[in-house]
């Protein structure tokens, strides 16, 4: 007589993440092991396996009677994709996005972050802002590179690297014109922390002329907070965080031109403000 095997129920994935915990779950074990690496790829290997059984986040990704994913946030519905496809793109990005807004004893900004002579200098600014097109000419010009996408400020003010690829649209601005700069291409890539020692707040301006303004330490923190992702949820703790990455720090506001000769320029007025 046959005997019938009991399926294997598939084994869930957790992982923490900048103090956040987060479980894997899916109807089968490769959209499992799938959704991890996808992770991995999301937080540039910056997480490590978690055991318990308390978790701040479970993403779940459910097969359809069609073959198509459901993706589910703490047994929310979030989207769907038939056979799957883009879902792990955008699982990617939500990903991201939770770990920065839930983050214990960090603050992520959206910002391009650069090294400069053992400082880092912060570039905040959404998408379309051309803070990558900067990041990247500034990388050219000699500083080390840290991050595109994300500054992440620990509790004591040290930025900490986020080395995710570049991202640099074409002239169209399309989401689907991208491509993609591997910061080891590059050759000057900084992994671990700084200090901060300057921050700008600039957007690309055809034929603007180069001339940056001096902000007022406050002036400066309202518009950081701007880009904090955990402002909402731990606004008391990124306050205070932001207030230690203005404190002693160049802070510049201004248009520039899209140029690689503006980030030599740059650098080098970095260097006359005892930066």
């Known amino acids: 007589m046959k005997r019938s095997g009991s399926k294997k129920m598939p084994l869930p994935i957790m992982f923490e993440s900048f103090g956040v915990r987060v479980r894997i779950l899916g109807s089968t074990q490769r959209i499992v092991n799938r959704a991890f690496r996808t992770a991995q790829r999301a937080m540039v290997g910056k997480l490590a396996p978690y055991v318990g059984d308390v978790v701040d986040h479970t993403f779940e990704f459910r097969l359809t009677p069609k073959r198509g994913i459901n993706l589910y946030h703490n047994d929310k519905y979030v989207t769907s994709s038939p056979y799957g496809v883009g879902l792990l793109n955008y699982f990617d990005s939500i990903l991201r996005v939770t770990i920065g807004e839930w983050a214990r004893g960090f603050v992520f900004l959206h910002a391009g972050v650069v090294g400069w002579k053992g400082k880092a200098l912060?570039?905040?600014?959404?998408?379309?802002?051309?803070?990558?097109?900067?990041?990247?000419?500034?990388?050219?010009?000699?500083?080390?590179?840290?991050?595109?996408?994300?500054?992440?400020?620990?509790?004591?003010?040290?930025?900490?690297?986020?080395?995710?690829?570049?991202?640099?649209?074409?002239?169209?601005?399309?989401?689907?014109?991208?491509?993609?700069?591997?910061?080891?291409?590059?050759?000057?890539?900084?992994?671990?922390?700084?200090?901060?020692?300057?921050?700008l707040f600039t957007q690309f301006v055809s034929g603007a002329a180069w001339s940056p303004r001096s902000l007022t330490p406050g002036t400066a923190l309202m518009k950081l907070a701007e880009q904090a992702l955990s402002i909402r949820k731990e606004s008391e703790f990124t306050i205070r965080t932001l207030k230690l990455t203005v404190e002693d720090s160049v802070l510049l506001e201004g248009e520039r031109p899209d140029s690689d000769e503006w980030a030599v320029n740059f650098l080098k007025f970095l260097d006359n403000c005892n930066y």
Not at 128 to 140: F, M, R, Y
Not at 164 to 178: F, L, M, Q, W
């Open 122 to 199: 912060i570039l905040p600014g959404h998408s379309h802002s051309g803070k990558s097109t900067a990041i990247l000419s500034l990388v050219k010009a000699g500083a080390a590179y840290l991050s595109d996408e994300f500054a992440i400020i620990d509790e004591v003010g040290n930025v900490h690297s986020f080395e995710r690829p570049i991202n640099i649209r074409s002239a169209t601005g399309g989401n689907k014109d991208v491509s993609e700069i591997d910061p080891a291409t590059m050759g000057n890539v900084f992994i671990g922390s700084m200090p901060v020692g300057g921050i």
